[in-house]
DNA sequence: CGGTTTTGACCAGCGC
DNA sequence: GCGCTGGTCAAAACCG
């Protein structure tokens, strides 16, 4: 059995054809056959676009991106409200949907399974061992000083795009690449270049369709959000939001960068809870480009979408204070709002 | 010159 | 145990 659970985002726009969905399978085995998905992703999130950057897709972003917000559930009847005058999301989580969690140092089961319940003291415990390694390899190559570690929560990412690497304001450096079986097109390995930062990320093309750039990420950013090249935000650094996600930038030199993170650090699920969550004012940039109020949309009627678009912002670290992101969603839905 | 990319080698995990 | 594959390292090359 696996969990899964949708959220698709249709944008009806002539600038902006987004299609975007979000899915989550966790394996019954993490690691076991099948599906490059069900081995290998946490979670799963489709983005259609074809620029190189999802900032860029809302250069002219006249009219407002039509969207339109609905839930889909496989096995229920569209629940919650919906927003007629925009953003489609179809969510479609199955049983047992409520233990999924998207949070990178909250996603306990992530973690958890992905270390077969192994705890950090385990690792511990084997140092010992290691080290007798360690002492063999040293002879080759010093290298793994903590063979066992502890692996972070990760989610991937399928964009489809022209291009490999999405420019999302964080800077990575590449530091491998390896050939993907059956696969013509290789994997590439980005680490955040932000010291102390273990933010990795794997960059692939899909080999059914070439067109589709699968970007893992693994890890949480310890650090602010770094640059602000578009004219807009920094998170606050007193609030270090734990990025779950974060995409693009890194290669071809010269670094630059958007402004797209996504936070999954609260799960965007959260719908299924009854109380909203309030709306996100960016405090440490009172520009407007930041603020995310939906003219016109009560909480009432938040759509789950709308909802998603707001807790993808929260820091963990400060679940009263939230702090505005600038993601890939926020770019598809939030350009006009924030334009104006 | 510093940062990034390239690339071959090495290591670990997994399946047979 | 062996081979395959994914992931990482690190030196060299590259680039602004």
Redesign the pocket.
């Not at 080759?140 to 793994?144: D, E, N, R």
């Given at each position: 059995m696996e969990n899964k659970q949708e959220l698709k985002i249709h944008s009806e726009n002539s600038n902006l054809m987004a299609n975007t969905t979000f899915s989550e399978q966790i394996p019954a085995v993490y690691?076991?056959?099948g599906s490059f998905f069900d081995a290998?992703l946490d979670m799963l999130a489709f983005q259609d676009y074809g620029g190189a950057c999802l900032s860029d897709l809302f250069q002219p972003p006249t009219p407002p991106p039509s969207l339109v917000v609905e839930q889909q559930q496989n096995h229920h009847p569209p629940p919650v409200s919906t927003v007629p005058e925009t953003a489609e999301v179809v969510n479609t989580p199955t049983q047992n949907s409520s233990s999924i969690s998207y949070s990178s140092n909250e996603g306990a089961n992530i973690v958890d399974q992905e270390n077969n319940g192994r705890s950090a003291d385990d690792d511990v415990d084997d140092d010992d061992e290691d080290q007798e390694?360690?002492t063999t390899?040293k002879q080759?190559?010093?290298?793994?000083k903590n063979?066992?570690k502890q692996r972070e929560p990760r989610f991937a990412f399928m964009t489809k795009s022209d291009i490999d690497h999405l420019d999302d304001g964080y800077?990575?450096?590449?530091?491998?690449?390896?050939?993907?079986?059956n696969s013509p097109y290789p994997?590439?390995?980005?680490?955040c270049?932000s010291v102390a930062c273990g933010v990795?990320k794997?960059v692939e093309r899909s080999s059914d369709d070439p067109s589709i750039v699968i970007t893992t990420y693994?890890g949480t950013h310890t650090h602010p959000y770094p640059m602000t090249p578009r004219g807009t935000i920094g998170i606050s650094p007193e609030t270090p939001c734990y990025g779950g996600f974060s995409g693009g930038g890194?290669?071809?030199?010269?670094?630059g960068g958007s402004v797209s993170s996504f936070l999954f650090t609260q799960p965007y699920y959260q719908h299924l809870q009854p109380q909203l969550q309030p709306y996100v004012h960016n405090q440490t940039t009172p520009s407007s480009s930041l603020s995310f109020s939906p003219p016109n949309a009560s909480t009432h009627h938040l759509s789950s979408y709308s909802r998603l678009l707001q807790e993808r912002r929260f820091c963990p670290s400060a679940s009263s204070t939230f702090v505005a992101d600038h993601g890939l969603l926020e770019d598809v839905v939030l350009f006009q709002i924030r334009k104006d």
């Open positions: 690691g076991g056959g290998y390694k360690s390899n080759l190559k010093p290298k793994k063979p066992k800077r990575w450096r590449k530091y491998g690449q390896k050939a993907v079986k994997r590439s390995y980005h680490r270049t990795k794997r693994e890194g290669g071809g030199g010269g670094g």
